[in-house]
Nanobody, 124 residues
Framework: QVQLVESGGGLVQAGGSLRLSCTAS????????MGWFRQAPGKEREFVAS????????DYADSVKGRFTISRDNAKNTVYLQMNSLKPEDTAVYYC?????????????????WGQGTQVTVSS
């Protein structure tokens, strides 16, 4: 059983920033590509960002490119999502996931473990 725990969500005004964290249990965190997804009410879960095992490569959805930054600290078993210039459209529950693949993926079905989610609400 792998456990992922997100934190850092909250209520922020448009234009503000939040930093999300996802901490994983176990000793093999560095062996996995990690990703962030989000889900707004009534909508499907959508890809936000992903990062390779060493952090050398990243991928971002067009909607967040230039505003969000994914990073990881393998010594702390933690992946981060720095969110700047937040917009009301960013309001969603944000989930971190562990990928089963060896290449970066935007497909949620290729992630096998998920955190409980953290709510991000951006007010106008």
């Amino acid at each position: 059983q792998v456990q992922l725990v997100e934190s850092g969500g909250g209520l922020v005004q448009a234009g503000g920033s939040l930093r999300l964290s996802c901490t994983a249990s176990g000793r093999t965190f560095s062996s996995f590509i990690m990703g962030w997804f989000r889900q707004a009410p009534g909508k499907e879960r959508e890809f936000v960002a992903s990062i390779t095992r060493s952090g050398g490569s990243t991928d971002y959805a067009d909607s967040v490119k230039g505003r969000f930054t994914i990073s990881r600290d393998n010594a702390k078993n933690t992946v981060y999502l720095q969110m700047n210039s937040l917009k009301p459209e960013d309001t969603a529950v944000y989930y971190c996931g562990r990928s089963t693949r060896v290449r970066l993926s935007r497909d949620s079905s290729e992630y096998d473990y998920w955190g409980q989610g953290t709510q991000v609400t951006v007010s106008s």
